[in-house]
């Protein structure tokens, strides 16, 4: 038996498919393929690379789908199907919206696909496949490990994404994963971690944990036990990491490269309408916060929200010059996207302020368009405000500018040399991805 796993590209612009400058490894995928039982062959395709054989003979196809790559999930499903091809869709967007994915495939698998995959398997051989598969998020993540050999030959930045725990204990009112998860969080074991890393060579290991943070003293054990593996590393966290210095220090000590921190937003009325609640008590000590996390060295990826219902073009330029004044190793100024399902989605919904009826299938619906009607501005206006940000922040004048960040990011030849290399990859993959057409 065989079966071919998909990672869908995007979309298009100026009449070709669009090709990433820098594209991470489909860790997603990876996974999916450890759960799959040896004696079954695997191939994978990343669209972000390559071209999709469909004339390859193959028994099942998996297709990964997030909400900007449905439209060219559904797609490329197709093409299978005609084949008489069986297709399997999963990810986070069919989790969200089953009725719409169940429409182009054979079968969705409704939450985490590892702990029923070889259901779905058995099921197709003995020729029973269901049209639905719902796993939910219960797993207790035991054994969680990957297979990686299909990332073999394929051209990804040297950064190895792994993870410690699963899930977020947060609401935010913009965010699928609070949707999907429930306010849950489980962890995987020390061990699985650290025999995770030690398999892998590359430069930099990136855990894509939404919340690493959450549980500080778990994320202290997990430090220690990786501080003699002599890694890099980055992860997602939130702010109130800064007041640990224990936290800090051991992060230092295990290799921490830096830490991608939500600020969101410098308004307290639009971390109330987003139901930030790790920021709202610390939203006047972010200057402070940020002083001390460079201060132990580490690097900080700011990641903005723009668009809730406190905002002005006033507040955005503001949000440029906070990210200008503490000289971010890289910032992105994203303007909301309402993903279905989520709170801020039904909001706007009752409100019609919704400009689509399901933007991520809309003909035109561009990426980097404003899918609603913003409060005090136009959407067009808050398109080209978070666009401006984003090309001031990345000029050549300010990159240069925040290199002068010597202590927290040029305090060695490897920072750098990173600095510079990804800073120019993320300006052009920002101009590239400007009005993308989803396809």
Same mark, same amino acid.
């Given at each position: 038996m065989k079966i071919t796993l998909i990672r869908p590209n995007m979309g298009v612009k100026k009449g070709r498919d669009y090709k990433e400058l820098g594209s991470m490894e489909p860790y997603a995928l990876a996974l999916l393929a450890g759960s799959i039982p040896h004696g079954i062959e695997i191939k994978m395709y990343d669209e972000r690379l390559e071209e999709i054989d469909y004339d390859e003979k193959t028994d099942l196809v998996a297709i990964t789908v997030e909400t900007f790559t449905a439209k060219r999930a559904y797609a490329i499903s197709s093409r299978f199907r005609e084949r008489g091809i069986p297709v399997v869709l999963g990810g986070f967007h069919a989790s969200l919206i089953p009725e719409e994915a169940k429409q182009h495939? @054979? !079968?969705?698998?409704?939450? +985490?696909? +590892?702990?029923?995959?070889?259901?779905?398997? +058995? *099921?197709?051989?003995?020729?029973?496949l269901k049209p639905i598969y719902n796993s939910g998020y219960k797993s207790d993540l035991v054994g969680h490990?990957?297979?990686? !050999?299909?990332?073999? &030959?394929?051209?990804? $930045? =040297?950064?190895?994404?792994? %993870?410690?725990?699963?899930?977020c204990p947060y609401s935010c009112?913009?965010?699928? @994963?609070?949707? $999907?998860y429930g306010g849950k969080i489980r962890f995987r074991s020390i061990e699985d971690v650290v025999a995770d890393i030690e398999s892998q060579e590359n430069e930099l290991v990136f855990f894509v944990d939404n919340s690493i943070t959450y549980n500080k003293e778990n994320l202290k054990a997990l430090l220690r036990a990786i501080t003699p593996l002599k890694i890099k590393w980055i992860s997602q966290a939130d702010i109130s990491v800064a007041q640990d210095n224990e936290l800090l220090q051991l992060m230092v000590n295990s290799g921490c490269f830096g830490l991608v921190?939500?600020?969101?937003?410098?308004?307290?009325?639009?971390?109330?309408?987003?139901?930030?609640? =790790?920021?709202?008590? $610390?939203?006047?000590?972010?200057?402070?916060?940020?002083?001390?996390? %460079?201060?132990?060295?580490?690097?900080?990826?700011? #990641?903005? /929200?723009? &668009?809730? *219902?406190? @905002?002005?073009? *006033?507040?955005?330029?503001?949000? $440029? @010059?906070? #990210?200008?004044? %503490?000289?971010?190793?890289? #910032?992105?100024?994203?303007? /909301?996207i309402p993903y279905y399902g989520t709170p801020i989605y039904k909001f706007l919904e009752q409100e019609k302020r919704l400009l689509f009826d399901k933007w991520w299938l809309d003909d035109n619906y561009r990426f980097n368009q404003t899918a609603y009607i913003p409060k005090n501005m136009s959407a067009q206006d808050l398109s080209d405000e978070c666009s401006k940000a984003r090309q001031i922040y990345n000029s050549g004048m300010n990159m240069l500018f925040r290199a002068g960040n010597i202590k927290a990011d040029l305090n060695n030849i490897q920072k750098f040399s990173l600095f510079f290399k990804y800073a120019s990859i993320f300006k052009k993959e920002i101009q590239n991805k400007q009005e993308l057409i989803l396809k």
């Amino acid at each position: 038996m065989k079966i071919t796993l998909i990672r869908p590209n995007m979309g298009v612009k100026k009449g070709r498919d669009y090709k990433e400058l820098g594209s991470m490894e489909p860790y997603a995928l990876a996974l999916l393929a450890g759960s799959i039982p040896h004696g079954i062959e695997i191939k994978m395709y990343d669209e972000r690379l390559e071209e999709i054989d469909y004339d390859e003979k193959t028994d099942l196809v998996a297709i990964t789908v997030e909400t900007f790559t449905a439209k060219r999930a559904y797609a490329i499903s197709s093409r299978f199907r005609e084949r008489g091809i069986p297709v399997v869709l999963g990810g986070f967007h069919a989790s969200l919206i089953p009725e719409e994915a169940k429409q182009h495939a @054979d !079968s969705v698998v409704i939450g +985490e696909a +590892e702990p029923i995959f070889n259901t779905v398997l +058995e *099921d197709f051989q003995n020729n029973r496949l269901k049209p639905i598969y719902n796993s939910g998020y219960k797993s207790d993540l035991v054994g969680h490990r990957s297979n990686r !050999s299909i990332f073999k &030959g394929k051209k990804y $930045l =040297p950064i190895t994404l792994t %993870h410690f725990s699963r899930g977020c204990p947060y609401s935010c009112s913009y965010c699928p @994963d609070a949707v $999907l998860y429930g306010g849950k969080i489980r962890f995987r074991s020390i061990e699985d971690v650290v025999a995770d890393i030690e398999s892998q060579e590359n430069e930099l290991v990136f855990f894509v944990d939404n919340s690493i943070t959450y549980n500080k003293e778990n994320l202290k054990a997990l430090l220690r036990a990786i501080t003699p593996l002599k890694i890099k590393w980055i992860s997602q966290a939130d702010i109130s990491v800064a007041q640990d210095n224990e936290l800090l220090q051991l992060m230092v000590n295990s290799g921490c490269f830096g830490l991608v921190v939500g600020f969101e937003s410098l308004s307290e009325g639009n971390l109330r309408q987003m139901r930030k609640s =790790p920021n709202l008590p $610390l939203l006047s000590q972010y200057s402070s916060l940020v002083k001390r996390i %460079h201060g132990y060295g580490i690097s900080m990826w700011a #990641a903005f /929200l723009l &668009g809730y *219902d406190s @905002d002005t073009k *006033d507040s955005i330029k503001e949000t $440029l @010059d906070f #990210a200008l004044k %503490h000289k971010f190793f890289f #910032a992105a100024f994203n303007q /909301l996207i309402p993903y279905y399902g989520t709170p801020i989605y039904k909001f706007l919904e009752q409100e019609k302020r919704l400009l689509f009826d399901k933007w991520w299938l809309d003909d035109n619906y561009r990426f980097n368009q404003t899918a609603y009607i913003p409060k005090n501005m136009s959407a067009q206006d808050l398109s080209d405000e978070c666009s401006k940000a984003r090309q001031i922040y990345n000029s050549g004048m300010n990159m240069l500018f925040r290199a002068g960040n010597i202590k927290a990011d040029l305090n060695n030849i490897q920072k750098f040399s990173l600095f510079f290399k990804y800073a120019s990859i993320f300006k052009k993959e920002i101009q590239n991805k400007q009005e993308l057409i989803l396809k």
